[in-house]
């Protein structure tokens, strides 16, 4: 059986009790050393009936001892295998035990309702977590079949890869900025992207997504046009001012540019 390292005292009663004020000063201190000696015994509060024993304890020398053997015993009654019982230390010790299993008991039946409790907290999140996901997975079924409902309906003149990507781009664009295309403005911006033609569609979209805009404006007329005639070549009497110029300000260059400038005139 485990011995608490401790035990109640409570000096009013200890001091009040009849065979203590019959002790002698020596006798007292003799019997406090033996209350804490029987609470470590088995059983508790029991001392072994021997002198040699008692007198060691006690930290006095047999004679002493013997000289106040008997108002010291007295606070004791012979118990069980004739040890010397305190019937006061004995009964502290099983009413320390008493309350020790009470709050074990207690502490097991807390610690199982806590357990009760985590588990119910832990099966409502999931169950929470196993709804969210449903609801998650719904929303994305709906969110597709709208889509699919709402497919965009290219113009043939605009139906290319090049473009599809930039008007794919352009409509995550608009979610971003919290301004999605409805039916009605998709067809009005493809019809008015079909009208510019797809340079200018293309280019339009990339600037309104530069800029940040919600809304497709024609790009730069001069830029487009010059986009859509390709290459500039030189006319004719473009070339002979620049051969002329050449002659002048680098020689030693007239002679190459002479040979270039004669093929691109038989061109």
Not at 216 to 222: G, N, Q, Y
Request: contains cysteine.
């Amino acid at each position: 059986m485990a011995h608490p390292m401790w035990f109640k005292f409570y000096p009013n009663d200890f001091a009040a009790d009849s065979k203590v004020e019959a002790m002698s000063t020596e006798g007292v201190g003799a019997y406090i050393l033996l209350l804490c000696k029987s609470w470590g015994e088995d059983p508790p509060g029991s001392i072994p009936d021997s002198d040699m024993i008692l007198a060691r304890w006690s930290r006095m020398s047999l004679q002493d001892w013997k000289r106040i053997r008997t108002e010291v015993l007295a606070a004791f009654k012979t118990g069980e295998n004739g040890r010397l019982l305190q019937k006061r230390m004995s009964h502290e010790f099983e009413r320390m035990m008493r309350l020790s299993r009470k709050r074990s008991k207690s502490g097991k039946v807390g610690m199982e309702s806590r357990w009760r409790k985590e588990q119910e907290q832990e099966q409502e999140q999931e169950q929470e977590q196993e709804q969210d996901a449903r609801s998650a997975t719904k929303g994305l079924q709906n969110h597709n079949k709208k889509i699919t409902n709402k497919k965009t309906q290219i113009p043939a003149a605009l139906d290319t890869p090049e473009f599809l990507s930039t008007w794919a781009q352009w409509e995550v664009h608009r979610r971003e900025i919290r301004h999605s295309l409805t039916k009605t403005t998709i067809a009005a911006q493809l019809r008015k992207l079909e009208n510019w033609g797809i340079r200018k569609a293309i280019a339009s979209i990339e600037q309104s997504i530069a800029h940040g805009w919600q809304g497709l404006f024609e790009p730069d007329t001069r830029v487009s046009q010059k986009e859509d005639d390709g290459p500039h070549y030189p006319t004719l009497e473009e070339l002979d001012q620049i051969e002329a110029e050449c002659a002048i300000l680098h020689p030693p260059l007239e002679s190459l540019f002479s040979e270039t400038a004669e093929k691109c005139r038989q061109k």
